[in-house]
Every structure is written in structure tokens, then in C-alpha cells.
């Protein structure tokens, strides 16, 4: 599939192609001439990709929305990693696993179950120190404030002396 046709020439999506076409090689049995991702490494690609999330900048604030349906507040996880990097994670199991024991199946299943995530570079101007994550409704809004920006530098003045 040639993913720059459909808009999607972002490196993001380019790579995620590239590492969903090397785990397809490698379950069909082809061998591809790179040892290719971990296991973790894709799980964590397509959680990415199968998490939406809406990015507003205010004047003093970033916000990050993301639906995550389903969840406990304590089913999810905000960090904020190295180099300013926002971590957004969470993990929604099968509900009612008890039910199979007792003879019930699912006749159909079509929500989503699994681990969402998303990673997000923080600018500079990012106070880290202070962020908030609020979650009502199924949607998770985080707030990171922004840094006031720094102060003009003030022209010095040095006293001409005679010589």
C-alpha cells in the first residue's frame, strides 16, 4: 500500500508501515533479510496508531485529548520521560473473563480491547512540573502549562571614564 497517496507521508507513518509489513514477512513464513522489531516493539507501534488523540495550544497551556473509553482513571498511566516526552498509556482487558468458565461466549466481539498509547514531544517552553490529567466521560484531557518566557535582557550601561 503506498501510504504517501493517502496523505500519510509523516515519518510516523512510515515507519509504522515499514515495521506492520515486516511482522506480515514474518508470519507468513518469508524471512526478511533484518532481524526486524521486538514483539514489544510492534505491539507499542499499533498501540500508537490505534490511539487518536487532538493536540490544542493555548496561550498559556498545551492540551491533550484522547478517548479512552472504557478505562479506570487508575487503569491509566501519564509520564513524562526523557527529553520531554509525554507518555499517555492505558490498557482496557476483556470484561467478564468469569462468564466463559460458566459456559457463556461471546457470540461477536468488536470493541476494542487492549493497550493504547501515545508519545508526545514536548516543546521547550513545557513546565513539566506541572501537569494535570483529568478524565470524565471516557475522554482523558492533559494539561501542560507553559513557561513564562524569559524576560528581555536589559541594556547595560558602563560608566565612560576619563583616562
Given amino acids: 500500500m503506498d501510504t504517501h497517496l493517502m496523505g500519510f507521508d ?3 507513518f512510515r515507519d509504522l508501515h515499514h515495521i506492520l509489513n515486516a511482522t506480515e514477512e ?3 513464513g518469508n524471512k526478511s533479510n ?3 522489531p521486538t514483539s514489544a516493539y510492534v505491539r507499542d507501534a499499533r498501540a500508537m ?3 487518536p488523540a487532538d493536540v490544542k495550544e493555548y496561550p498559556g497551556s498545551y492540551v491533550f485529548i484522547i478517548d479512552m473509553p472504557g478505562l479506570k482513571p487508575g487503569d491509566i498511566k501519564v509520564q513524562v520521560e526523557d527529553n520531554n516526552v509525554l507518555v499517555i498509556s492505558g490498557e482496557r482487558k476483556r470484561e467478564h473473563e468469569h462468564e466463559e468458565k460458566e459456559g457463556v461466549k461471546y457470540a ?3 470493541r476494542r480491547i487492549g493497550k493504547s498509547m501515545r508519545k508526545f514531544a514536548l516543546p521547550e517552553n513545557a513546565n513539566t ?3 494535570s490529567a483529568v478524565y470524565l466521560d471516557g475522554v482523558l484531557n492533559v494539561t501542560v ?3 513564562p518566557p524569559p524576560e528581555p535582557k536589559k541594556p547595560k550601561m558602563i560608566q565612560v571614564q576619563v583616562a
Avoid: H, Q
Fill in 26 to 28: 514474518n508470519a507468513t
Fill in 34 to 36: 533484518n532481524a526486524g
Fill in 145 to 147: 502549562e507553559k513557561m
Fill in 10 to 12: 509523516a515519518p510516523f
Fill in 108 to 110: 461477536r466481539m468488536e
Fill in 129 to 131: 512540573d506541572k501537569i
Fill in 49 to 51: 496508531a490505534a490511539t
